[in-house]
């Protein structure tokens, strides 16, 4: 039966301290959705003296700042949330939250396990993985989380015919969405080259040229040289036109070969060497910084099942 309270906090004092918007839980029976067990998803808004004192996790709980700011506390480590981040809890973790006096938080959450048995679960096996050794639990979200919250509640509030499916599909999408968050995953936004071409011919010709020439790239100068133009001529052509810089798309498309690599059992020296990096040690703690996971622990999540999860 769901009810519409908090699954983790059941003091008195600290109930009427939250103005929900919509609040959806399974305290007698999580709900079965085939891969998943669905103990929570809410919508929440929290009185500036809101507290939700240490608790200890029965699940996995991710939770997105909609407004306000506050402190999460993650195995008594604080870290400091502000709106549009994303935030993971493993089912093992000492978990509490504290909202703004001045700002306070509005929140959506879902209350969630794998359900091992599932014969898709080893599909999910590299992310179920990531979330259990995740040393980072706090990113920015760029996958518009709130959207898929949103449409989450909207089915589990008032179901109607493959409710249920459509839920699966959105809490799927809600976990996915945060693993590549956590993973700094940066997906590249469709591009449709021919309009591109159209519309700006040299910001097509450094995509182009990044994209066919990446091993070949020592110093992004290398690109102008090759173009013809001044760098900082077509670093103010390429941010107008793609609403990002040349080094933050030549970044993420050297990170995303180094994956790739990292996939086809490259050593780490070799991808080292073909990406230019000085040496193997700045080449992992790049790949950390831009991951938050080792190359070595990012091949093993990736060998944590024959089937591997795409992202």
């Given at each position: 039966?769901?009810?519409?309270?908090?699954?983790?906090?059941?003091s008195?004092?600290?109930?009427?301290?939250?103005?929900?918007?919509?609040?959806?839980e399974?305290?007698?029976?999580?709900?079965?959705?085939?891969?998943?067990?669905?103990?929570?998803?809410?919508d929440?808004?929290?009185?500036?003296?809101?507290?939700c004192?240490?608790?200890?996790?029965i699940?996995?709980?991710?939770?997105?700042?909609?407004?306000?700011?506050?402190?999460?506390?993650?195995?008594?480590v604080?870290?400091?949330?502000?709106?549009?981040?994303?935030f993971?809890?493993?089912?093992h973790d000492?978990?509490?939250?504290?909202?703004?006096?001045?700002?306070?938080?509005?929140?959506?959450?879902?209350?969630f396990?794998?359900?091992?048995?599932?014969?898709?679960?080893?599909?999910?096996?590299?992310?179920?993985?990531?979330?259990e050794h995740?040393?980072?639990?706090?990113?920015?979200?760029?996958?518009k989380?709130?959207?898929?919250?949103?449409?989450?509640?909207?089915?589990?509030?008032?179901?109607t015919?493959?409710?249920m499916?459509m839920l699966?599909?959105?809490?799927?999408?809600?976990?996915?969405?945060?693993?590549?968050?956590l993973?700094?995953y940066?997906?590249?936004?469709?591009?449709n080259?021919?309009?591109?071409h159209?519309?700006?011919?040299?910001?097509?010709?450094?995509?182009?040229?990044?994209?066919?020439n990446?091993?070949?790239?020592?110093?992004?100068?290398?690109?102008?040289q090759a173009?013809?133009?001044?760098?900082?001529?077509?670093?103010?052509?390429?941010?107008?036109?793609?609403?990002?810089?040349?080094k933050?798309?030549?970044?993420?498309?050297?990170?995303?070969?180094?994956?790739?690599?990292?996939?086809?059992?490259?050593?780490?020296?070799?991808?080292s060497?073909?990406l230019h990096?000085s040496?193997?040690?700045?080449?992992?703690?790049?790949?950390?910084?831009y991951?938050?996971?080792?190359?070595a622990?990012?091949?093993?999540?990736?060998?944590g099942s024959?089937?591997?999860?795409?992202i």
């Open positions: 039966m769901a009810r519409a309270t908090h699954f983790f906090d059941q008195d004092s600290n109930r009427y301290k939250k103005k929900y918007h919509l609040s959806m399974f305290l007698d029976k999580a709900l079965n959705l085939g891969l998943f067990q669905v103990f929570q998803v809410c929440l808004s929290c009185s500036s003296d809101y507290q004192p240490p608790h200890q996790q699940c996995l709980e991710i939770s997105y700042i909609v407004s306000g700011h506050g402190i999460y506390e993650r195995n008594n604080p870290y400091e949330v502000t709106p549009n981040t994303v993971l809890v493993n089912d000492l978990h509490a939250v504290r909202s703004s006096k001045d700002d306070p938080l509005r929140y959506m959450c879902l209350g396990s794998f359900c091992k048995e599932h014969p898709d679960f080893e599909k999910y096996l590299p992310l179920y993985n990531f979330f995740l040393e980072n639990p706090i990113a920015e979200d760029h996958f989380l709130f959207d898929c919250f949103t449409l989450a509640l909207n089915e589990i509030s008032a179901p015919l493959f409710s499916e699966e599909s959105c809490i799927l999408q809600i976990i996915v969405h945060t693993y590549r968050d993973s700094n940066r997906a590249r936004s469709y591009t080259t021919l309009e591109l159209a519309s700006n011919p040299l910001a097509y010709e450094i995509c182009n040229y990044i994209d066919t990446l091993t070949d790239i020592k110093k992004l100068s290398d690109v102008s173009l013809g133009y001044s760098y900082a001529y077509l670093s103010k052509i390429f941010s107008q036109s793609m609403n990002l810089s040349i933050d798309y030549y970044t993420q498309r050297r990170f995303e070969t180094a994956a790739k690599m990292l996939a086809q059992d490259f050593t780490i020296a070799r991808i060497q073909v990096f040496d193997d040690s700045s080449f992992c703690k790049a790949f950390k910084k991951y938050h996971t080792t190359p622990k990012y091949r093993e999540l990736l060998s024959s089937d591997r999860l795409s």
